[in-house]
């Protein structure tokens, strides 16, 4: 089975950073993209950022500037790394994987998710 395991979550006050990892694990192949989502309370899940193995990324508005979105391709590993974190980037942060191939087939894998609280 593949696992997403987030790491990196915390309280941190405006203005801070902080840097969120997301190791795959299991049976794989490959995976394209991976990326992070995030879902404030009684909010719809949103996405954040996205990068392909190949290294294009994109990003919501709303980050642009301020958070990095990387990866190491032999770890299965993804990285967000947020900085002048606001109020309302407060949220779960999830890490996803909407392509992994493995000897089974294709899987879209979401991590258990990580709180990132930013206090004002």
């Known amino acids: 089975q593949v696992q997403l395991v987030e790491s990196g979550g915390g309280l941190v006050q405006a203005g801070g950073s902080l840097r969120l990892s997301c190791a795959a694990s299991?049976?794989?192949?490959?995976?394209?993209?991976m990326g992070w989502y995030r879902q404030a309370p009684g909010k719809q899940r949103d996405l954040v950022a996205t990068i392909t193995s190949g290294g294009n990324t994109n990003y919501a508005d709303s980050v642009k500037g301020r958070f990095t979105i990387s990866r190491d391709n032999a770890k299965n590993t993804v990285y967000l790394q947020m900085n002048s974190l606001k109020p309302e980037d407060t949220a779960v942060y999830y890490c996803?994987?909407?392509?992994?191939?493995?000897?089974?087939?294709?899987?879209?894998?979401w991590g258990q998710g990580t709180l990132v609280t930013v206090s004002s």
């Open positions: 996803n994987a909407p392509l992994v191939v493995t000897p089974k087939g294709f899987l879209e894998v």
């Open positions: 299991g049976s794989i192949f490959s995976i394209n993209t």
